[in-house]
């Protein structure tokens, strides 16, 4: 059912020619104020499985706030680093972090994550779907608030179950964090629909890398070493 009073020009067009075409490379160009969020979930709405992915986490706002006027079952996933109850005020880099999330789990040593085996999916649901925001940096908080639980792997428990799972692009783009969020067995029947699709042509806006200082430091180290090009090394040592 649509969820305005009235649908915009050509939009219920766009929601019949993607429901027909499921499964097919589909592009939809259109306007600013179109509503091609709205368009690209209502096409979806009897599919099993979607990830809806976006560029950013502010960009996952408007998706949840789409899904929740159309009455649609969903999860949403961003960086656990940023989730994490633990790492709050800090920052890690991603390897770094998953180990040492891996081993605090596999220790028994990270009370978010004990706690979850006793939280049911349909408590972390209450939580999400009965907040008075979209903000998914609050809902997340809210989680750990009320639940005392880790958000990402609520999250993830509540995306196993969801119609929908709302994420930011490296959860499609790199397969290590991909697999962190959902089993690589369901790659073939999931349904993608990728925000800001021409983003794609741009390879530098789609991931967003950042290298600290120390690995910068090895790095030269590593040169001067091995005798690299005199011009790899003064690159190297005007950004460290």
């Known amino acids: 059912m649509f969820p305005y009073e009235k649908a915009r020009k050509g939009q219920k067009e766009a929601i019949r020619y993607i429901k027909k ?13 179109f509503g091609k969020t709205i368009v690209a979930l209502l ?3 009897e599919v099993d499985k979607v990830i809806y992915a976006v560029r950013t986490r502010n960009e996952i706002t408007p998706v949840i706030r789409e899904l929740r006027r159309i009455g649609e079952g969903f999860s949403f996933i961003f960086s656990a680093a940023k989730m994490c109850p633990l790492m709050k005020g800090k920052s890690s880099e991603l390897n770094d ?10 220790r028994g040593m990270c009370p978010y994550f004990n706690k ?16 008075a925001t979209n903000d ?8 750990t608030k009320k639940m005392v639980v ?8 509540l995306s196993s179950e969801s119609r929908f799972t709302v994420v930011t692009y490296p959860y499609v783009f790199r397969d290590e964090v991909y ?6 067995e369901l790659k073939p029947i999931m349904h993608l629909i990728l925000d800001e699709a021409h983003t794609l042509f741009n390879p530098q806006l789609i991931i967003d890398e950042e290298i600290n200082r120390i690995n910068v430091f090895r790095a030269l180290q590593e040169c001067r070493r091995h005798r690299v090009a005199e011009a790899v090394v003064k690159y190297l040592e005007s950004i460290d």
């Open 150 to 157: 880790c958000p990402f792997f609520a999250l993830k428990m």
């Open 116 to 131: 979850l085996q006793k939280v049911s999916s349909d408590e972390i649901r209450k939580i999400i779907y009965g907040a």
């Open 43 to 45: 096409a979806h709405s």
């Open 21 to 33: 075409n499921l499964g097919k490379k589909i592009f939809l160009r259109a306007p600013t104020g």
């Open 97 to 106: 972090f998953w180990l040492g999330c891996k081993i605090l789990r596999s």
């Open 179 to 184: 697999e962190t969020a959902f089993d690589p």
């Open 136 to 143: 998914p940096h609050l809902l997340a908080e809210a989680i």
